[in-house]
């Protein structure tokens, strides 16, 4: 610290002071959000876990439900229906978490619209087949999102660290530093003020007696 440029006024004391504090609270708000931020991340790592062992048996029973429908109606009527049923939309949105922007994505398929018309115009296993690789789907979109929102909470806490680190290791030292030189330096001056006063009596006296 170039101490050479520090004014040594009392108002300087009170302002460095000042500073101290608000960084020393702004510190404390960025360790609360962090701690939420990193609660956040271990529940959506812990959802993400339970979904990716839910994915596997969602592939097992999709795979078994094409296969029988590949027995029960055919190839060629199985190719026709998912050409006529190929449409899938998303809507994307956001929401927040702790400030932080995640990605939410709403999938919806022709099944969704179709309903009870759709279980009716094409063979039960054909049906049981797109219902299975359409959950298979939504799933893998939901992990796929969570994953994402996985790495922006990652990225967050990471710049809550940065901003953490340099508050309490760099900022409120520097202050910390600046208000105890201010202070010797008052103090220094205070002292030799009072030596001066003491000095000034003295002279004082001495001619009062002489």
Not at 49 to 70: F, H, T
Not at 100 to 128: C, H, R, T, W
Not at 130 to 144: H, M, P, Q
Request: net charge positive; no cysteine; aromatic share 4%.
């Amino acid at each position: 610290m170039a101490q050479s440029n520090i004014r040594t006024t009392r108002l300087e004391l009170i302002k460095t002071r000042a500073r101290i504090k608000v960084a020393a609270k702004g510190l404390n708000l960025l360790k609360m959000k962090r701690s939420s931020l990193v609660l956040a991340f271990f529940e959506m790592a812990k959802q993400i876990k339970a979904m990716r062992g839910s994915m596997i048996e969602s592939v097992r029973i999709a795979q078994d439900s094409l296969k029988m429908a590949d027995l029960m109606a055919g190839r060629i009527t199985l190719e026709r229906i998912a050409a006529e049923n190929a449409e899938t939309s998303a809507k994307a949105s956001s929401k927040n978490i702790m400030g932080v922007k995640i990605p939410d994505l709403e999938v919806k398929s022709s099944m969704q619209n179709e309903g009870a018309y759709e279980i009716i115009s094409i063979p039960a296993s054909v049906f049981d087949a797109k219902k299975s690789y359409g959950n298979l789907f939504r799933l893998l979109i939901e992990v796929a999102e969570k994953e994402n929102a996985l790495r922006l909470l990652l990225y967050e806490i990471e710049k809550l660290n940065r901003r953490s680190n340099a508050i309490e290791n760099v900022a409120i030292p520097k202050l910390s530093e600046k208000a105890s030189y201010i202070k010797q330096r008052l103090d220094d001056m205070e002292r030799d003020q009072i030596v001066s006063i003491k000095y000034i009596k003295g002279k004082l006296n001495s001619q009062e007696d002489g």
